[in-house]
């Protein structure tokens, strides 16, 4: 869609990939506190398909859609990093199931089950539970979490290009391989669910159906297996650190 002057055409073009950022800005609701307007997403989520739009038109040949949608998720993400949207709370309950996680897999050789994480911790298996689902909403990484210190950031002492790309850095060489091992050895339902949401991108209640499970189930499944992920990218960041 080109105008006669062979320019983009940029309001038909946000016309047509409206919905896709409303679709994004759902999917990652699913994820979010409910203090999150999902409203505030979409609004950022505009912003970044309208920088899509101005930068497309530098890159003959890319794929618009593709590099739509990483543009307005980059900006979704950033609007969330700079709200700090995880309540501290939830980064703690979120750091004591990781370092639970942590010490059962180098004791068993193996991902420990749902019920020996919450013996680790000391906890019911209900319990446990509550804590997987007050976790929502946390990330695969953050960058914060390879410092012992909550005032030195990572990302600044790691990265000196101050315009590098975080997530083509996230999908580069080693940390990709590294995930996707990660991924391939989480127990079977949790590597289903997660191959349901973010390449098929069903939401939880869709991935419940199909797995016979609550919403409410699988947005525990969904925490437990991102501490597991995180568990393993924090083992491999620090062993490249050091």
């Known amino acids: 869609m080109y105008t006669s002057v062979g320019t ?9 990939f409206t919905p896709l950022v409303k679709r994004i800005a759902n999917h990652m609701m699913a994820r979010l506190p409910v203090s999150v307007e999902a409203d505030d997403l979409v609004q950022v989520g505009m912003i970044g ?5 101005n930068r497309y038109e530098e890159m003959p040949g890319a794929q618009f859609e593709t590099y739509a949608q990483q543009r307005i998720r980059g900006a979704m993400l ?13 980064r703690r309950v979120m750091r004591q199931i990781e370092s639970a996680i942590n010490v059962l897999q180098h004791r068993l050789g193996r991902s420990p089950s749902e019920r020996q994480i919450a013996e680790e911790l000391g906890v019911s298996i209900e319990s446990y539970q509550q804590m997987l689902f007050e976790a ?15 005032d030195d950031d990572f ?40 191959g349901l949401y973010y390449e098929q991108e069903l939401n939880f209640k869709e991935i419940g159906a199909v797995l016979g499970v609550s919403e409410s189930r699988i947005c525990q499944m969904h925490s437990q297996a991102i501490a597991r992920l995180r568990v393993r990218l924090k083992e491999c960041a620090w062993t490249s650190i050091a």
């Open 49 to 53: 398909l309208m920088e899509a739009l």
């Open 155 to 194: 990302l600044e002492r790691n990265c000196a290009d101050n315009t590098a790309d975080p997530l083509a850095a996230l999908l580069d060489g080693d940390l990709r391989r590294i995930l996707i091992n990660a991924i391939e050895i989480l127990p079977e339902r949790e590597k289903t669910l997660m």
């Open 136 to 150: 929502k909403g946390t990330q695969l990484i953050h960058y914060e979490d390879f410092s012992d210190d909550e």
């Open 78 to 90: 950033d609007e969330l990093r700079q709200l700090d949207w995880l309540p501290r709370g939830a």
């Open 8 to 16: 983009i055409d940029k309001q038909q073009h946000i016309v047509e």
